[in-house]
């Protein structure tokens, strides 16, 4: 049965954008174990990395798959980085505008904190010929998006299209089952805690543990993986709440630094047991959109 929300209502936005080079900084880093590393690191236009891959394994820390685009790489935090990465949505259709690649369509998959980076999925044979002067813009839609039937249920970042595939059903106590691959504890979510709100970022879980890393199977986790988070309350930022439960994308992969691991971007969040996240090896926006490893 259709959710019904208030689609119809919602404002279209065009924002243009680029992708952004690697930001890495000289010298070492020191992992949560005391090991220095340097090593790839977050944003750059990423060749052999995409949706759909495992978010485990990489000889990197905070990587992004695909594209990372910025609208001011220089001021990621100021006019107009800080809106394209309010209103850009995962699931927002984006157009390349420039370039020999002129033309080709990608799929926005989450945005990044720290970096202030919108990543976005292209196919392969775009990611090869893509560089850094190409623009891209985004057709952005989605903040603001409802859903009528349960006001206790908050959207943030999520396109209407992606919503309407994410295969939710309604279910008794005016309930809603969500199909996840990971179901994630509390105690497992760091780096990005007590923020304001969640338009724009993500915050990361902890794996630094390796006994739950295998007790949660977090190493399974892939990009673009749909999680749900128990316990949390992402309304009003990003708080533990008994008996919430928020439901978010894997936008960035495993990390090696004390606090962090992979990076959630939030997507459904309720501060009372109003979502039942079920188990689906198949909840990933790769296949449902057929994007990424999954393009067919």
């Known amino acids: 049965m259709m959710l019904k929300t208030n689609e119809d209502r919602l404002v279209v936005l065009a924002m243009q954008c680029k992708p952004g080079p690697p930001r890495i900084r000289p010298g070492w880093k020191v992992d949560h174990e005391g090991k220095p590393f340097i090593l790839p690191s977050i944003g750059g236009i990423t060749l052999n990395i995409q949706v759909g891959d495992s978010a485990f394994g990489l000889a990197g820390d905070h990587i992004e798959p695909g594209v990372s685009c910025s609208a001011n790489a220089e001021k990621p935090f100021e006019f107009p980085n800080n809106s394209l990465q309010l209103l850009s949505c995962v699931g927002n259709e984006a157009i390349i505008v420039s370039g020999d690649m002129k033309g080709e369509k990608g799929t926005v998959i989450g945005h990044h904190g720290g970096s202030e980076h919108v990543i976005v999925d292209f196919p392969q044979k775009v990611l090869k010929q893509l560089t850094y002067d190409d623009k891209i813009m985004i057709r952005t839609k989605g903040q603001g998006l409802k859903l009528m039937d349960y006001p206790d249920i908050k959207l943030f970042n ?114 009372t047991p109003l979502i039942e996240p079920v188990l689906d090896a198949n909840a990933n926006i790769a296949n449902l959109l057929k994007i990424g490893t999954k393009k067919v």
């Open 158 to 271: 999520l396109d209407p299209g992606l919503l309407k595939k994410m295969k939710i059903k309604k279910i008794k106590g005016n309930r809603l089952k969500v199909p996840v691959t990971t179901v994630v504890p509390a105690r497992c979510m760091g780096s990005g805690l007590g923020s304001a709100h969640v338009a724009v970022g993500d915050y990361d879980v902890m794996t630094s543990d390796s006994d739950t890393v295998k007790e949660y199977k977090l190493d399974r986790l892939k990009f673009g993986d749909f999680v749900a988070l128990l316990d949390h309350d992402n309304s009003y930022g990003r708080a533990f709440v008994k008996g919430a439960v928020s439901i978010g994308i894997v936008v960035h992969s495993d990390c090696l630094l004390a606090g962090h691991g992979p990076g959630i971007a939030t997507l459904l969040t309720c501060s």
